[in-house]
């Protein structure tokens, strides 16, 4: 169970393009999920949170005109890289935590991330 | 969000114990402690989670002091395929915001 699939696994575009990534929570219902920036040899970044049905909230420093957040239901929630340009390619990371199951904690489960390279 | 401090690597062999402590000196009442496992261009595995005494599963346990002031994840007779970066986060169960720190390298040798 806690299965979160993103897609695509592997992007390569052209400077200026736009880039739409699909994060989904197969088996589980995800009231928030996250969007993470890896560089090599570097640990996660938190870009932002998504919570369903509102805006999400971006962490200091990241320009929420460039990295779009959309959490339109509680299986989906896309991230599109606006005007994308070499500097932003990097291995995006989304992360899915699950409604609530009274008091137990739910802990956030990982999709295996998109490589995103800019030419 | 409570930082957490885990040795940068470790070595170890097939067949022997890993255990990796980190600490959290600053941790809050309402966190949790999580370990993740991460392989290259993957994103992290849940490994096990806790909040206070000692947790076990099928691959890990996990030992967490009265104080909660550091935690230790224990891999019981590891493997060639072990070899991963190990993440321990801290995380506040209503907002549970993840902040990652550098993480421990562990090589499982032959």
């Known amino acids: 169970g806690a299965v979160v699939s993103q897609h695509p696994s592997w992007v390569i575009c052209k400077s200026g393009t736009s880039v739409k990534i699909e994060c989904r929570s197969l088996?589980?219902?995800?009231?928030?999920m996250f969007w993470y920036r890896q560089f090599p040899k570097q640990s996660l970044m938190l870009m932002a949170t998504?919570?369903?049905?509102?805006?999400?909230?971006?962490e200091q420093g990241v320009e929420k005109d460039k990295f779009l957040i959309n959490h339109a239901s509680l299986t989906l929630s896309t991230l599109t890289v606006t005007s994308a340009h070499p500097e932003d390619s990097s291995f995006y990371i989304c992360?899915?935590?699950?409604?609530?199951?009274?008091?137990?904690?739910?802990?956030?489960?990982f999709g295996d991330g998109t490589r995103l390279s800019i030419l | 969000l409570a930082k957490t401090t885990q040795p940068i690597s470790m070595d170890s062999y097939e067949g022997q114990e890993v255990n990796i402590t980190c600490s959290h000196n600053?941790?809050?009442?309402?966190?949790?402690i999580t370990w993740y496992q991460q392989f290259p261009s993957q994103g992290p595995r849940f490994i096990i989670q806790?909040?206070?005494t000692k947790v076990t599963n099928e691959v890990a346990s996990l030992f967490i002091p009265a104080d909660r002031k550091s935690s230790t994840l224990s891999l019981p007779r590891v493997s060639l395929s072990d070899t991963a970066v190990y993440y321990c986060?801290?995380?506040?169960?209503?907002?549970?915001?993840?902040?990652f720190g550098a993480g421990t390298t562990v090589t499982v040798r032959a």
């Open positions: 806790g909040y206070k």
């Open positions: 600053n941790i809050a009442t309402n966190d949790y």
């Open positions: 986060l801290v995380g506040d169960w209503d907002d549970y915001k993840l902040s």
């Open positions: 088996d589980f219902q995800a009231t928030t």
């Open positions: 992360s899915a935590r699950a409604v609530a199951q009274g008091s137990s904690n739910q802990p956030q489960h």
């Open positions: 998504s919570n369903e049905g509102s805006k999400a909230t971006y």
